[in-house]
């Protein structure tokens, strides 16, 4: 199994900060790397796939970035509605894991 | 635009079964693959199931920890996927999501619902 570990865990940044949240994988992943975005009572919500390919609808803001076992997402100039937690998911073979999440809050 | 909506979610003693439903609509449903991905209380995303397409023969996918307990189903004239849960523990207690899954994206998810309560406890 890919295990998927997340850095760091939580972080508290402003509005208007940079954010980076890193990603590293136990496994070379080719190009199924994916994050997600969720708010507390939601849903998750894709925000990147393939590594870098932002999903349709998602800010600029947002960039997923990184190859082989090491990925990471920006979020440039932080908005209030980015607070929340952020999962990466592999998404190159069964079973399919994600990390343990990193919770975004307000400092 | 496309959504899918979880029902069958309810209180149920350890050992007991139940069947969760995955409605979908907008998007051509047998093309697609689904998913089910839960969430404990307070923790993260756990993927436990996948059947793909019709073009892709409709196989499934278990996560080890529900393999030989859960069965994924669909039904492509009706739009629905289903996941059978026996032998329930209280360790399966989660939110259940439905996702499809995403065309050129490996194996990510886009079109989430908004998940359905599992309680295991006597």
């Known amino acids: 199994d890919i295990q998927m570990t997340q850095s760091p865990s939580s972080v508290s940044a402003s509005v208007g900060d940079r954010v980076t949240i890193s990603c590293r994988a136990s496994?070379?992943?080719?190009?199924?790397l994916a994050w997600y975005q969720q708010k507390p009572g939601e849903a998750p919500k894709l925000l990147v796939h393939?590594?870098?390919t932002l999903q349709t609808g998602v800010p600029s803001r947002f960039s997923g970035s990184g190859s082989g076992t090491d990925f990471t997402l920006t979020i440039n100039s932080l908005q209030p509605e980015d607070f929340a937690t952020y999962y990466c998911?592999?998404?190159?073979?069964?079973?399919?894991?994600f990390g343990q999440g990193t919770r975004l809050d307000i400092k | 635009e496309g959504q899918v909506v979880e029902s069958g979610g309810d209180l149920v003693q350890p050992g007991r079964s139940l069947r969760l439903s995955c409605t979908a609509s907008?998007?051509?449903?047998?093309?697609?693959?689904l998913g089910w991905v839960r969430q404990a209380p307070g923790k993260g995303l756990e993927w436990i199931a996948f059947?793909?397409?019709?073009?892709?023969?409709?196989?499934?996918e278990y996560a080890a920890s529900v393999k030989g307990r859960f069965t994924i189903s669909r039904d492509d004239p009706k739009n629905i996927a289903y996941l059978q849960m026996n032998s329930l523990k209280i360790e399966d207690t989660a939110v259940y999501y439905c996702?499809?899954?995403?065309w050129g994206g490996g194996y990510s998810f886009d079109y989430w619902g908004q998940g359905t309560l599992v309680t295991v406890s006597s």
């Open positions: 907008g998007f051509r449903f047998g093309e697609y693959a």
């Open positions: 998911q592999q998404a190159n073979s069964f079973p399919i894991t």
């Open positions: 059947i793909r397409g019709k073009n892709s023969g409709g196989t499934t």
């Open positions: 996702a499809r899954d995403f």
């Open positions: 393939s590594i870098s």
């Open positions: 496994q070379i992943i080719t190009n199924w």
